[in-house]
T-cell receptor
Framework: DAGVIQSPRHEVTEMGQEVTLRCKPI?????LFWYRQTMMRGLELLIY????????DSGMPEDRFSAKMPNASFSTLKIQPSEPRDSAVYFC??????????????FGQGTRLTVV | SQKIEQNSEALNIQEGKTATLTCNYT??????LQWYRQDPGRGPVFLLL?????KEKRKERLKVTFDTTLKQSLFHITASQPADSATYLC????????????FGKGTHLIIQP
């Protein structure tokens, strides 16, 4: 398996524009997570899905952020409208639950978003 | 409030010595704790998982301890090498066993030849 695949790797956009980040999880994984990483706040969980269903979106900072998982092999994170403070590295991760314990999370390479 | 603390200052260790990183947490009762390695420009990579009923876990040159009374985990790299230089993140489950992980900010480890 190629691992978790994210696109694009880098995105530079102007304030007010819509940004869509994409993720393909590892085949067969039950869980998909979106994280955001900044120097100030570290790695923050934004939202996660179980079997394509959003379970917890309490980490989504504002209504400007939305995430979807239309099928088991694809998810998007959308920011509309984007603001400079959204600049960060966004990671997608997937994992496979075994019993009641979650196993390790496999992360993608991340999307570095810069909003100017 | 819930908090995970890792030493924010870089840790400089001489090659061949044992590097020890600390992860402290408050107001959590995690069922397990994980350690990840992150290199610049890349996503975190899983290293080890230790459950609440385990005191110690080993994998090659890596050793993790988990003290639920002290609310602390120690991560050791023995016979350290320059290639071990990276940022190391600890992560805890935040409830239910199947929730997303909560990460510390990480400790930057530098192994000097």
């Amino acid at each position: 398996d190629a691992g978790v695949i994210q696109s694009p790797r880098h995105e530079v956009t102007e304030m007010g524009q819509e940004v869509t980040l994409r993720c393909k999880p590892i085949s067969g994984h039950d869980y998909l997570f979106w994280y955001r990483q900044t120097m100030m706040r570290g790695l923050e969980l934004l939202i996660y899905f179980n079997n394509n269903v959003p379970i917890d979106d309490s980490g989504m900072p504002e209504d400007r952020f939305s995430a979807k998982m239309p099928n088991a092999s694809f998810s998007t994170l959308k920011i509309q409208p984007s603001e400079p403070r959204d600049s960060a590295v966004y990671f997608c991760a997937s994992s496979l639950v075994k019993g009641i314990m979650n196993t390790e999370a496999f992360f993608g390479q991340g999307t570095r978003l810069t909003v100017v | 409030s819930q908090k995970i603390e890792q030493n924010s200052e870089a840790l400089n260790i001489q090659e061949g010595k044992t590097a020890t990183l600390t992860c402290n947490y408050t107001n959590y009762s995690p069922a397990y704790l994980q350690w990840y390695r992150q290199d610049p420009g890349r996503g975190p990579v899983f290293l080890l998982l230790i459950r609440e009923n385990e005191k110690e876990k080993r994998k090659e040159r890596l050793k993790v301890t988990f003290d639920t009374t002290l609310k602390q985990s120690l991560f050791h790299i023995t016979a350290s090498q320059p290639a071990d230089s990276a940022t190391y993140l600890c992560a805890l489950d935040t409830g239910g066993g199947a929730d997303g992980l909560t990460f510390g900010k990480g400790t930057h480890l530098i192994i000097q030849p």
